[in-house]
């Protein structure tokens, strides 16, 4: 009787652990599953986030081909430190009024990007700061898209149009531009006689030689157009105007309405 008894506690027990095994392995496994579900769930929301903030970097450009005005912005290479931005020309060329003009800012120009830019263009480029020297520009991303980001950058702060990229390197900038030593410039006379007054094939040959697609997102054909255009243009409306703005805490800071009212004056 005793042995009986002692065979159905020991079943039992056995019985009763299985159970509890059983009851373990079944909550691992939804703790688990629930668990990468979160998991999924979350990467889901970085993508969702991620692509939502980096829309208007991936965002295309307008046509510069068809655009009756082309405004965009030059970044100017420094020569003794090939990380930093010199200065930097924002650019406005009227096509059906054969005018143009080039306002030069100098490198120590400080700004501040909006909260809602901020967010996107930190995304791809940690290391920018909201309240940036033009002339550090270049240091956050030697690329296309940092480039982009520049742009994208100024034309928040000063709210002009502003749709299009170059970057020349301080010997490439030498080849097209005269500058002073007050930081006044204008066309190089040995490029408007060769390149701007020369053929098409001249005008070709210039622009293959300092095109990089890295550093623009103007295709180099619409240069070559661009240069021609440019031929039509008397000398009375090329203008360069160099913009001084206001000496602040180790800065300039340039204020949009001087040039929106230089270009509201006709000095367009």
Known sequence: MTKKVAKIFVLTTIIIMLLIIALLLVYI?????????????????????????????????????????????????????????????????????????????????????????????????????????LSHLYKYSKNKQGLKAGMLMLEDYLELGISHFLFLSAEDADKVFYFNTKGDSTFLQTFINSVINGDKNAKSEFVKSLYNSKFTDIKKSTYVDILSKLQEVSKDNIRFISIQGERFDGGVIIKKEDIVNMLSSGSK
Request: net charge negative.
């Open 29 to 133: 496994y939804k703790f688990k599953d629930a668990d990468n579900g979160s998991g999924e769930n979350a990467n889901n929301v970085k993508k969702d986030i991620k692509i939502t903030q980096t829309t208007l970097l991936n965002k295309a450009l307008p046509d510069a081909d068809t655009e009756e005005v082309i405004r965009g912005v030059i970044f100017i290479g420094d020569k003794e430190d090939k990380e930093l931005i010199s200065s930097a020309y924002f650019v406005n060329f009227d096509k059906q009024e054969n005018k143009i003009s080039f306002y030069s800012f100098p490198g120590d120009m400080k700004f501040e990007v909006s909260n809602e830019l901020y967010k996107e263009i930190s995304t791809s480029l940690a290391d920018v700061p909201q309240v940036l020297t």
